[in-house]
Structure formats: structure tokens, C-alpha cells
């Protein structure tokens, strides 16, 4: 599902332009007089990102059997995304209990789509 795994990185994105956005911190190398300049872009690059992430996940659902799989996959995405952003463009630090909680709550998502693709299908005709 790539399309699932592209909204869960601009939903990222989205989150990453924002924070530059509202973050003046975030920004220290803008002089003053670009302030405004550069969070208009950035305003609007969190807006094209948030756009583009509802219709990759709008695509993702349009092609899936079951909203599951496309939630599954654009949570796991988004929330690896979101920290290596974190990490690289704020400098946040990354710990080892961070991939270690990381790695348990992919896994979970994992389980959780690997259970949905196994459960019968539950619209069959249960007038029999």
C-alpha cells in the first residue's frame, strides 16, 4: 500500500511544517525580515502537505478492502516519519527506549493487519 505509507509521510510533513510555522525557535537563522516571508511558505507547505496526505489516504481506502490495512500502514508511517523529521531537522534526540517502544507499536500494527487479513469476511449473508 504505497499510497497508505505516502500519507502517513506527508501527514509528517504536514506536522514538521507546522512547527517551523508556528515555532520561532525552530527558525534562529531567519533574520526578522524574512520571518514572515518564510512562515507564509511554510504555512502553505503544511496545507499542500495535509492536502496531499487525504488524498493518498482517500486513494488508500478507495483501493483496500478494508480501512484497516491503510490505517494501519499511514500510523506506522507517520509516526517513524515524524520522529526521524524531529531528529533531524530540531535535532530531538532519539533513544534507545524510543526504538525500543517504536519497534513494539509497528510490531503491534503489524499483528493487528496480519489478524484483519486472516478474520473471515463478515458481510456474508448471515440469514442463512
Do not use: Q
Request: glycine share 6%.
Amino acid at each position: 500500500m504505497k499510497l497508505a505509507a505516502g500519507a502517513g509521510v506527508f501527514a509528517a510533513l504536514a506536522s514538521t511544517f507546522c512547527k517551523l510555522t508556528v515555532d520561532a525557535t525552530a527558525c534562529l537563522a531567519i533574520t526578522s525580515s524574512d520571518h514572515v516571508l518564510i512562515r507564509g511558505l511554510m504555512l502553505a507547505c503544511m496545507l499542500a502537505s495535509n492536502g496531499f496526505m487525504w488524498v493518498l489516504f482517500s486513494r488508500a481506502l478507495e483501493a483496500s478492502s478494508s480501512s484497516l490495512t491503510p490505517t494501519v500502514i499511514n500510523t506506522a508511517f507517520n509516526f517513524v516519519t515524524s520522529a526521524l523529521l524531529g531528529s533531524v531537522v530540531f535535532s530531538e534526540p532519539l533513544s534507545w527506549t524510543w526504538a525500543a517502544g517504536t519497534s513494539l507499536i509497528v510490531c503491534g500494527l503489524a499483528l493487528v493487519h496480519a489478524y484483519e487479513e486472516r478474520a473471515p469476511d463478515k458481510t456474508e449473508d448471515k440469514s442463512r
